[in-house]
């Protein structure tokens, strides 16, 4: 259980063009997700929480209007990269926790290679 | 400030050693969670296990166990009996505050564990 997918697993699109990553959680209702961005060789670094039906709450530093995030069901969170340009070229991965007293983990999705050219 | 420190950016060892990976963090809360994760090159996120901070005994996992100093502010991984497909990069990670589904995780800087044959 506590299945997270993340679509598409890779993606190459040209500078200027947006792009939209899905996050589901398959089975059990995530009321928040988060969205992680991994540079090669780097750690995750947390970009915004995403909060079923409210705005997200974005961390310092991550333009909000560039990264925007949709949770409008339970199960399903979006991150659309607008006007991409190739320093947003990344391993962007998002995960979501059941959280206590069933599970502590965060569970997360499989990952997006965002490759922009 | 750092809150999660991992000071070893890589590690080599033999096949069948024990390795231990170090982390410390930075926190006032009094009730936080400390994760260790698997990551292998494929870019997927494995939970290997978790530590409350109100948790008196080490938590162990099968070969993993982690070496909880609250005092010294210390959670280190220790692995036995290493195996070839333990090779990949490890983060430990914290949650600040009370447990819910809501709570960020942050990640630290991770380190790469290589193991010989």
């Known amino acids: 259980g506590a299945v997270v997918s993340q679509h598409p697993s890779w993606v190459i699109c040209k500078s200027g063009t947006s792009v939209k990553i899905e996050c589901r959680s398959l089975?059990?209702?995530?009321?928040?997700m988060f969205w992680y961005r991994q540079f090669p060789k780097q750690s995750l670094m947390l970009m915004a929480t995403?909060?079923?039906?409210?705005?997200?709450?974005?961390e310092q530093g991550v333009e909000k209007d560039k990264f925007l995030i949709n949770h409008a069901s339970l199960t399903l969170s979006t991150l659309t990269v607008t006007s991409a340009h190739p320093e947003d070229s990344s391993f962007y991965i998002c995960?979501?926790?059941?959280?206590?007293?069933?599970?502590?983990?965060?569970?997360f999705g499989q990952g997006t290679r965002l490759t922009v050219v | 400030a750092q809150k999660i420190t991992q000071t070893q950016p890589g590690m080599f060892v033999q096949e069948k050693e024990a390795v231990t990976l170090d982390c410390t963090y930075d926190?006032?809360?009094?009730?936080?969670?400390l994760f260790w994760y698997k990551q292998p090159s494929s870019g997927e996120m494995i939970f290997l296990i978790y530590q409350g901070s109100y948790d008196e005994q080490n938590a162990t996992e099968g070969r993993y166990s982690l070496n909880f100093q609250k005092a010294r502010k210390s959670a280190n991984l220790v692995i036995s009996a290493s195996q070839l497909g333990d090779s990949a990069m490890y983060f430990c990670a914290m949650r600040e505050g009370r447990e819910s589904s809501a709570s960020k995780i942050i990640f630290g800087s991770g380190t790469r564990l290589s193991i010989r044959p």
């Open positions: 926190t006032s809360d009094q009730s936080y969670g």
């Open positions: 089975d059990f209702q995530a009321t928040t």
């Open positions: 995403s909060n079923e039906g409210s705005k997200a709450t974005y």
């Open positions: 995960s979501a926790r059941v959280g206590a007293p069933t599970r502590t983990e965060a569970f």
